[in-house]
């Protein structure tokens, strides 16, 4: 690539070099002809002065040597190519060396236009060199069209040696195009071209000033000074081309004055574009700025910090995780950076095995390589910072999400045993107490006692299937699954030794997870009150709000109660905690004991 | 004249029992079933005045089951029987059309004989 490089300078500087030759030389009356009908002049015989032969070959020398430059320092944009292009198609449209081969002359008829829609395709693309917008793109697309087909009428018709120009002395030495067909005046079809030249760069100095106008504030800055410039190539341009329509005769551009105002347009150009790319503003006032922002900045808002000093609010920040290899935003949210191509681009701070973080902005920060780098290391003890609330983040949610799966996974497994308990065992001793029934009316009542053993048999496998039902029922209720809350809190109250008035129940069914814990809650809350409160009732409230589920139980006993560790009540706190939920427990003084409880059925719905 | 059961349970053996239990209480147990779709089919086919019917059936409900027999131009009186108790069964039961509920432990000669009688 390098050699490639190294070619395309070399051409480049032997074509250039060979135009001077040329130029000095004095070939200049043969082939000013062609130049005239293609572009630049009207009128009359006209030698470059030397001295502008030698400015014009510099300009384009250098703009050649900084356009390979620019390719080489940056091959992710295609400016330094087109920067290249520019000088080159300029040379070839301006065969004023080889005005007498037919060749050229074809090469430089066609590529009349080009030079310019190059310098615009340039210049509303940097500093990527690649479109931003949809419209730029087209405006570009037909601009190159147009290069083209402006082209066709004097490469079939065009003669230099044309009587339709009376001002022209006969021009012998001058050759045909290629592709020339017949000789016709072709006066009015250039003037009819040049009109749409001037719609064309009034419609470009809109696109550019829109350009400018929509830029992110780094943007706006790289790419301001070669606005400028290239605004005043358009002023120039267009009032050569608007000249040339409302006086055809007048010669501009024999000015001396005129022509050299082109020169330094040109090295203008060149010179603004490449020194954007090539040695991009430290921006140290930014980064002391920087430095004293962070000074301020609480967690979570070294982005915002960083934007406002690399000017581009459109940063994002990814921060790198080692453990998971993978960059996550302040949120502990994964973040994919994007593709090369994808019009952002990506800076990664700290070294490449062991990045801190990756900035996701504007390519036209890459002109500003120090000001990156120097914001990232003023910014690098907060973005480690920032990095380790983001990993205790992700690790905080995942114990949460974990702590409320083994909940809902034990209410499984209890709903499980309680099945497997009634469709099994229980159903088997009901069967029992059938047959020892059965048995005992055959036995019949004198048996030798018999039919009593078989009663009493009876009794005692009541008692057993009894037992077992509770068991179950304390496992898992399956009114509670079956039925819902409502119902299995009545079962609860039923079950109380001491009246408990159920005030509120919600109708609506809630995710299982929090409806075990609710029933669980008020099944414990119930326990203490009759064991230790010394209450004559109970009263149980289930409300829903604002996404949560609140469980009041409230008693008219003595109080004293508290969740002490290894309690019922703790293990119900712990179960509460893993759905993200709350349980507070007033017990002072002799006004009873008021548990509260707090279940988010939102947030445990989607899990 | 013998009145005519039919056996509605998920678990053989309790059919078997209670079926041996029914027929000591002087009943006629005209068939069995261990599911509510085969349940309905065998209370259209056989036209039983009595049907003892377990209320969790693997395919369905057996409130629902009573519910559609209640809508049978030949509708039978259903004893509705479940391991779980009336509180733990909740308000759907109470809303059922069937004419008595017993627990299955409760299940016993004396208590047939009582729901055939009219008892609830």
């Not at chain 1, 079809?189 to 929509?214: C, D, E, Q, S």
């Not at chain 1, 059965?438 to 009593?452: C, M, Q, Y």
């Not at chain 1, 209720?477 to 509120?504: C, F, Q, Y």
């Not at chain 2, 059919?15 to 779709?37: I, M, N, P």
């Amino acid at each position: 690539v390098r050699a490639v490089r190294l070619g395309v300078w070399a051409a480049g500087a032997a074509l250039c070099t060979a135009v001077l030759v040329g130029t000095i030389r004095g070939h200049v009356v043969a082939a000013y002809f062609v130049g005239n009908a293609l572009s630049t002049s009207t009128g009359e015989v006209f030698v470059v002065p030397h001295s502008q032969a030698y400015a014009g070959y510099l300009v384009a020398l250098v703009t050649i040597t900084l356009g390979v430059l620019v390719w080489e320092r940056r091959p992710d944009s295609r400016t330094g190519i087109l920067l290249v292009a520019f000088p080159l198609a300029g040379v070839l449209a301006d065969p004023i060396v080889f005005a007498g081969s037919r060749f050229a002359v074809t090469i430089g008829l066609a590529g009349a236009w080009l030079g310019a829609v190059i310098a615009a395709h340039l210049i509303l693309s940097y500093p990527t060199g690649r479109f931003t917008s949809q419209l730029d793109r087209g405006f570009v697309a037909v601009g190159y069209g147009f290069a083209l087909v402006s082209a066709v009428p004097f490469l079939l018709f065009f003669d230099p040696r044309t009587p339709h120009y009376p001002w022209f002395p006969e021009c012998y030495s001058c050759a045909l195009p290629l592709t020339h067909v017949a000789w016709h005046d072709v006066t009015g079809v250039r003037h009819v071209l040049n009109g749409v030249g001037v719609a064309l760069i009034v419609l470009y100095t809109a696109l550019l000033l829109r350009k400018i106008v929509r830029a992110v504030p780094v943007a706006r800055s790289v790419a301001l000074p070669l606005a400028v410039v290239a605004f005043l190539a358009a002023a120039r341009f267009a009032t050569l081309l608007g000249l040339r329509l409302v006086a055809p005769s007048s010669n501009v551009s024999w000015n001396s004055a005129w022509d050299w105002s082109g020169t330094f347009v040109t090295l203008a150009i060149s010179l603004t574009l490449a020194a954007g790319m090539l040695w991009g503003g430290a921006g140290r006032g930014a980064v002391a700025d920087l430095v004293v922002a962070l000074e301020r900045t609480p967690p979570g808002s070294v982005r915002a910090a960083l934007a406002r000093a690399l000017g581009d609010p459109s940063l994002e920040l990814g921060l790198w995780l080692p453990e998971r290899r993978a960059y996550v935003d302040r949120e502990g949210r994964p973040l994919e950076l994007p593709a090369a191509n994808s019009g952002r681009a990506v800076t990664v701070l700290g070294p490449a095995d062991a990045p801190v973080a990756a900035l996701v902005h504007d390519p036209a920060l890459l002109e500003r390589p120090r000001l990156l780098q120097a914001a990232g290391a003023a910014a690098r003890l907060a973005l480690e910072n920032e990095r380790l609330h983001a990993e205790l983040r992700l690790q905080l949610d995942e114990v949460r999400a974990s702590r409320a799966r083994i909940v809902t996974a034990g209410d499984e497994e209890r709903r499980r045993l309680e099945r497997d308990l009634h469709d099994g065992a229980q159903q088997r001793l009901l069967s029992l107490g059938l047959a020892l029934q059965l048995a005992r009316a055959e036995v019949g009542p004198g048996a030798n006692g018999a039919a009593t053993l078989l009663g009493e048999a009876e009794a005692e496998l009541a008692a057993a299937l009894e037992e077992l039902r509770e068991l179950a029922q304390g496992i898992h209720p399956a009114v509670l699954t079956e039925h819902g809350l409502g119902p299995a809190l009545k079962t609860l109250a039923a079950r109380s030794p001491l009246p408990v008035e159920i005030t509120h129940v919600p109708d609506q069914r809630l995710p299982a997870p929090v409806e075990a814990a609710a029933y669980f809650v008020v099944s414990e809350a119930l326990a203490n009150v009759a064991k230790h409160a010394h209450a004559s009732a109970a009263d149980v409230s289930v409300t829903c709000e604002d996404g949560s589920l609140i469980v009041e139980v409230e008693d008219d006993g003595v109080g004293g109660a508290e969740p002490r560790t290894g309690s019922g009540l703790a293990g119900l706190a712990d179960r509460v905690h893993a759905l993200d939920g709350w349980l507070t427990i007033d017990s002072a003084g002799d006004h009873g004991t008021r548990l509260h409880a707090g279940l988010p059925y939102a947030v445990a719905a989607e899990r | 004249m013998r009145r005519r059961v039919l056996v509605v349970d998920d678990h053989p053996s309790f059919r078997r029992f209670a079926t041996r239990l029914l027929q000591s209480g002087g009943f006629e147990v005209v068939g069995e079933a261990e599911d509510g779709a085969s349940a309905l089919a065998a209370a259209r086919r056989l036209q039983p005045e009595l049907v003892l019917l377990d209320v969790l059936l693997p395919d369905m409900s057996g409130l629902a089951v009573a519910e559609a027999l209640a809508r049978d131009s030949h509708h039978p009186r259903v004893l509705l029987v479940s391991s779980r108790s009336a509180s733990e069964l909740g308000a759907a039961l109470e809303e059922s059309p069937a004419a008595g509920f017993l627990t299955k432990s409760e299940l016993t000669a004396e208590a047939l004989a009582a729901f055939a009688d009219g008892a609830p």
